[in-house]
């Protein structure tokens, strides 16, 4: 926020920090592979950002290759560490292995997953299409299960790990607009208790983390704007 408390002016592209004060050891997270869905843009953006800045390597997943190309140039530049940019559409699972695969052969292992891939719009429920439902639900929920599926069963559950689900507050309460993502992220947040009690005897942490609009998304555009 700025100083007279007024939102910040929305950008319409994402560039890495000016300046970056570190809380943690700017180590921290050295030697450590991310593999975010939903990196090239937004949160997943930043999130992959941040990471890199504690020393982390990172694999950046969208559908739209062109784009995570642009943003792996704009974070490698800005942080020194290693980014591969990698095609994937999470509702098909055979995008994501191809995406897994190429990232093991990179760098041997991934120990962190963001799932951030996800769609939204604003759509009464009585004018949202049942294909439009479904659709969400198919990249939020759907795409979080299967990359979550695909990397426990490729590298998490050899060496453990942590999974982060990017979900939303939105099914906190009743809301006008969002049946859609509503019921996709509470999906999501069940998903997450379920695998955090199922996974973690292979030690594998898994949590949820539900931001509210953050300006200079793309969410944020769609949604509040």
Not at 30 to 42: C, D, L, R
Not at 121 to 141: H, R
Not at 142 to 165: A, E, P, R, W
Not at 211 to 218: C, F, I, L, N, Q
Request: aromatic fraction near 6%.
């Amino acid at each position: 926020m700025s100083a007279a408390g007024s939102v910040p002016q929305d950008v319409d592209s994402d560039d890495c920090l000016l300046n970056y004060s570190y809380i943690f050891s700017p180590d921290i997270l050295k030697n450590k592979v991310a593999f975010i869905t939903g990196g090239g843009s937004g949160i997943g953006f930043r999130i992959a950002e941040i990471l890199m800045r504690h020393g982390c390597q990172t694999v950046i997943a969208s559908r739209s290759l062109e784009r995570v190309q642009a943003s792996a140039a704009k974070l490698r530049a800005a942080t020194g560490q290693r980014c591969l940019p990698a095609s994937a559409d999470v509702r098909r699972p055979e995008t994501i292995v191809a995406a897994v695969d190429a990232a093991l052969q990179e760098f041997g292992k991934v120990d962190i997953l963001i799932n951030g891939a996800a769609g939204n719009f604003l759509c009464p429920a009585s004018g949202l299409s049942f294909n439009a439902f479904k659709t969400v639900l198919e990249i939020d929920t759907m795409g979080t299960f299967n990359t979550s599926k695909i990397l426990y069963q490729k590298c998490l559950k050899d060496h453990g790990g942590v999974i982060v689900n990017i979900t939303a507050t939105l099914s906190y309460r009743g809301q006008i607009l969002q049946v859609h993502a509503g019921s996709a992220k509470a999906a999501i947040d069940a998903m997450t208790k379920h695998l955090a009690v199922e996974w973690g005897p292979d030690n594998i942490r898994v949590n949820s983390l539900a931001p509210g609009p953050v300006s200079g998304t793309e969410g944020f555009r769609k949604l509040v704007s």
